[in-house]
């Protein structure tokens, strides 16, 4: 890839390079669950919020509001090329072909719409709400996420000359090989490019996957944004996220609909999608509660991903969970994917070598690692924590616990209600940087 990252940078000109140039241009876990909610949940209405966890970095006072409306406009005028619907309705994905139905591709060239938002400033802060029906509110997280990731970039870029923009990408190559040289090594890791969300821009995300794709061979995996799927002919990764879980415990009717409700959601999700898909997400009430309790036949589902608690301790926790439950977990599937770099890549690829099918989903610090590349020192592009939550579903208070109480989100009251029904203790994990 022939990029002239200093050049284009100097002369950013959004019409020539929006930062969202596709609507596949999003983790493909989104189609998923947005054929998903389609399916179930097509009249249900809530509310999200775009939130900046490393709150020492005043985004509104680095990022114009005006351009990020432009931004944000340009989206909303997309719509799914006949190409894409195409490559989704034949293309395989994990193995299985036509896993998209007929019906939700119409739905998606004829009538998906994104939702409507607001968008202000408070405390130096923006803040973006997103509001409507479930099935036009899930895709903005992911688009919301990266236009203010990469409008944090740009800011930061403007503020520098082309030689320094020179150094800064140079450091910046260097360092991601680095990183692959390390890899290469050790051929057996399984790796799948995560970093969509967070990405310094989507050009060096495009560049990021074509480096890894040439020094890491079949070590690759894949990569979770669809558009780059589609355009580099790779596996599109990723199943599903919080969002599910929180909607579904905020629609329950009493405390033991919502403690049932976790078990529900797989119940949902395994009436569309199976083998590679099947991969539990326990951690959005607590892990230990959600297997404590998980009927006999969650245990026959292909995995778990760990987002918010030490994968180390959580890998070891699943595979004692699976040996009561008379299941062979080398056959299962452990992905950790939360805040990963390489020596953490390496140390859980020894760990659980033989023991159960571990891989790796990167994210942050493979698209958006400019830590130390500054020419001038400086740490305006350093990676934050952004993330968008589900806020509501008609009307009632959306939470999410987390293994880690500094991941938790929501009403407070209704966290204390949910940590009674689930019995999830407020465990205060590792500071969230990413």
């Known amino acids: 890839m022939n990029v002239n990252f200093a050049e284009r940078a100097h002369n950013h000109n959004w019409k020539l390079d929006p930062i969202v140039r596709s609507l596949l241009d999003t983790d493909f876990y989104k189609l998923l669950m947005l054929q998903f909610i389609w399916k179930n949940f097509p009249g249900v209405h809530v509310t999200s919020e775009v939130t900046n966890r490393t709150v020492g970095v005043r985004l509104a006072e680095h990022i114009s509001i005006h351009t990020l409306v432009e931004q944000m406009e340009h989206v909303r005028e997309l719509k799914f090329r006949r190409s894409e619907l195409i490559w989704l ?118 560049y990021v996957v074509q480096v890894m794709r040439a020094a890491l061979g079949k070590s690759l995996s894949g990569t979770s944004n669809t558009f780059l799927a589609y355009k580099h002919d790779l596996e599109a990764m990723g199943t599903n996220a919080h969002e599910l879980p929180m909607a579904l415990a905020a629609l329950a009717k009493d405390d033991e609909e919502l403690r049932e409700s976790q078990y529900r959601v797989l119940e949902l999700w395994q009436k569309s999608y199976g083998g590679e898909l099947l991969i539990m997400l326990p951690d959005t009430f607590g892990t230990t509660q959600f297997l404590e309790g998980a009927p006999d036949w969650v245990a026959d589902w292909t995995g778990q991903r760990c987002d918010s608690k030490d994968p180390l301790v959580a890998g070891d926790e699943y595979i004692a969970w699976l040996l009561r439950r008379g299941r062979d977990a080398a056959r299962k599937r452990f992905i950790a994917s939360d805040g990963l770099d390489v020596d ?91």
């Open 89 to 206: 309705a034949g293309n395989t994905f994990y193995g299985t072909r036509s896993i998209f139905e007929p019906e939700f591709l119409e739905w998606l060239e004829r009538d998906f719409r994104l939702s409507d938002y607001e968008l202000t400033e408070k405390d130096g802060q923006l803040v973006l709400r997103f509001s409507g029906l479930w099935t036009a509110v899930t895709m903005w997280e992911v688009y919301a996420l990266a236009l203010v990731s990469e409008m944090k970039t740009r800011a930061a870029l403007a503020e520098m000359n082309e030689l320094e923009l020179d150094v800064l990408y140079a450091r910046a190559k260097t360092k991601l090989w680095e990183k692959m040289e390390r890899l290469k090594a050790v051929p057996e890791v399984r790796i799948s490019e995560f970093g969509t969300r967070r990405r310094h821009s989507f050009l060096w995300q495009e």
């Open 344 to 434: 953490d890549i390496l140390r859980l690829q020894a760990y659980f070598q033989g023991r159960i099918r571990f891989s790796a989903g990167w994210g942050t610090l493979l698209t958006n690692d400019f830590r130390g590349c500054h020419p001038r020192g400086e740490n305006s592009l350093d990676p934050i924590s952004l993330v968008c939550k589900l806020m509501t579903v008609e009307g009632r208070a959306a939470v999410k616990l987390s293994d880690n109480a500094r991941k938790a989100t929501g009403d407070a009251g209704e966290i204390a209600r949910y940590r009674r029904v689930f019995g999830s203790g407020a465990v205060e994990g590792a500071v969230v940087t990413v």
